[in-house]
């Protein structure tokens, strides 16, 4: 009871938490750059985006897909922040009215998301905590930021931080400033229709490697399509490292499961070898008496196994509920252990277990057809 208890544990706290990590990384880079971005095409990326424009047909057309539920533009633009003495390289987004605001509400830590979108922009622009530490700005200070024009004098512009943010993403906080979409394109020299990109949001378990190939097939020729994957693929073929993790995890506790059960098994075969000969004596079939060990081993399993559950969700619950165990977001891109509390892949690594373990029974309960009554009898 007690290696089941403890191998089922160690499987549900590795699938739960395995899974809620990579999904807490992957909402975030989902979140703030949406699951597919549409752009024109690049040969070799950089900051400097060229702008693009999507007709409103087109954008009707693409928000009627059953895959889209969100699509929106943004425009950004590389240069210096500076302070009286310090100064850091940053990114200035540039985001309209229908930007999703939901990622930054769970992140903000001082002030409120500034209403962009009117008849003319705005200075105010969520500032990241860690940019906020290095330069020594407080909420509603100026900071000066500085573009780079080429045969031109580097161009000054003022902004007010409005409110401050801390994703604990090293890619996001180290850089960017959310800012007014109209002040970046003035500040680019484009026109009022045009941006940078448009980030497009889809309905969950959505295939986005599919619903870009789709998008280039309505896409301008100029214009390309492409995932969070596609842009982030480094990043994503390390969480694709959690699932060989979790696997491997799952098959060694397994296997040790089944050999602690076998050997219980047998043991307690060798414990009731009397009783054997003597059933066997009577007239029970080798069957029978095999049902009764199976039937005896099974209740040990489902015993250890709802032990296992109960101790493994108690720790997950409370993880999810106080984040008690913490985590260093410079290797993590988390604070604290994310934990994935859908009851499906729990109820696989139990069933999982419970067959492959009965399975395990069948090999040393063949012993008992073996067992001569008259020897057994006699055994001491």
């Known amino acids: 009871m007690g290696a089941i208890a403890l191998g089922i544990l160690i499987m549900i706290l590795s699938v739960s938490t395995g899974n809620g990590l990579r999904k807490a990384i992957q909402n975030k880079v989902t979140g703030f750059g949406g699951d597919i971005q549409v752009l024109n095409y690049q040969p070799s990326p950089s900051y400097e985006q060229v702008p693009l424009v999507l007709s409103d047909s087109l954008q009707k057309e693409l928000l009627s897909w059953s895959e889209i539920t969100h699509l929106q533009p943004y425009a950004r633009k590389a240069g210096i922040i500076k302070n009286a003495k310090l100064f ?79 994703t604990d993403f090293e890619e996001i906080d180290e850089s960017f400033l959310i800012g007014d979409l109209k002040h970046v394109q003035r500040l680019s020299d484009w026109e009022d229709e045009e941006v940078g990109a448009y980030e497009v949001f889809l309905n969950p378990d959505t295939n986005a490697d599919l619903v870009s190939a789709k998008l280039r097939a309505v896409l301008p020729f100029e214009y390309d399509a492409l995932s969070a994957r596609s842009l982030n693929v480094q990043l994503f073929q390390w969480l694709d490292l959690f699932d060989l993790n979790i696997v491997i995890i799952l098959v060694i506790i397994i296997l040790v499961a089944t050999v602690n059960i076998s050997i219980a098994l047998l043991i307690l075969i060798m414990e009731r070898t009397n009783m054997i000969g003597l059933l066997k004596a009577l007239g029970a079939a080798d069957f029978s008496i095999q049902k009764i060990f199976l039937l005896n081993a099974a209740y040990l399993i489902l015993q250890g196994l709802a032990l296992g559950n109960i101790l493994a969700l108690s720790l997950l619950i409370t993880q999810d509920r106080f984040g008690w165990l913490k985590l260093d977001p410079k290797t993590y891109y988390v604070s604290e252990v994310s934990v994935d509390l859908n009851l499906w892949p729990i109820l696989a690594v139990n069933l999982l277990t419970l067959i492959i373990c009965l399975l395990s029974l069948l090999l040393p309960s063949f012993l008992i057809s073996r067992i001569s009554p008259r020897k057994a009898i006699r055994f001491d």
């Open 88 to 166: 850091e390289g940053g990114i200035i987004k540039g985001v309209d009215e229908n930007y999703r605001w939901d990622f930054f509400r769970q992140y903000l830590l001082e002030g409120r998301i500034p209403k962009f979108g009117g008849q003319s922009y705005q200075d105010s622009i969520l500032m990241s905590a860690d940019l906020a530490r290095k330069l020594d700005f407080q909420l509603g200070d100026e900071c000066a930021m500085y573009f780079v024009r080429p045969n031109r004098p580097p161009l000054r512009r003022k902004f007010t931080i409005g409110a401050i943010f801390q």
